[in-house]
Nanobody, 129 residues
Framework: VQLQASGGGLVQAGGSLRLSCTAS????????IGWFRQAPGKEREGVSC????????SYLDSVKGRFTVSRDSAKNTVYLQMNGLKPEDTAIYYC???????????????????????WGQGTQVTVSS
C-alpha cells in the first residue's frame, strides 16, 4: 500500500483547502489515518486522526473547529478539510496510516507519529497574511 497526500497550495488567511490522502495497492477502510504537519524549523505535530470505520476523531487543539477529517471509502481517500486558515498553519502536511487499525484516536491525547507505520509524501500548504 502506498499513500499520497495532495491538495496543498497557496491561500490567503481565512481561506480554505481540502487535502486528500489517497491509497494505492490497498484499502484504507481498516486503517487509522493520521494527518501531520511540519513547519520549517519546527517539530512534526499531529493534526488530526480518524479511526477505522470512522468511530472516532481527534484534533490538535489549535485546529479544532476549523479542520475536519473524513473518509470516502468509495474513493479510498481520506480528506482533511481546512477552513479559516491562518499563517501559522503553513507547513508540509503528511498523511499516515496505522495498517493494523487498532490505533484509537482519543481527543485530548497527542497524535503520535510513532504509532503510524505507513507514510505518504507531503503536500505544501502556505497561508499568506
Amino acid at each position: 500500500v502506498q499513500l499520497q497526500a495532495s491538495g496543498g497550495g497557496l491561500v490567503q488567511a481565512g481561506g480554505s483547502l481540502r487535502l486528500s490522502c489517497t491509497a494505492s495497492g490497498g484499502t484504507l477502510d481498516s486503517s487509522t489515518i493520521g494527518w501531520f504537519r511540519q513547519a520549517p524549523g519546527k517539530e512534526r505535530e499531529g493534526v488530526s486522526c480518524l479511526t477505522r470505520n470512522d468511530h472516532s476523531t481527534s484534533y490538535l487543539d489549535s485546529v479544532k473547529g476549523r479542520f475536519t477529517v473524513s473518509r470516502d471509502s468509495a474513493k479510498n481517500t481520506v480528506y482533511l478539510q481546512m477552513n479559516g486558515l491562518k499563517p501559522e498553519d503553513t507547513a508540509i502536511y503528511y498523511c499516515a496510516a496505522d495498517l493494523s487499525g487498532f490505533l484509537y484516536c482519543d481527543q485530548g491525547a497527542q497524535i503520535n507519529g510513532m504509532d503510524f507505520n505507513l507514510w505518504g509524501q507531503g503536500t505544501q500548504v502556505t497561508v499568506s497574511s
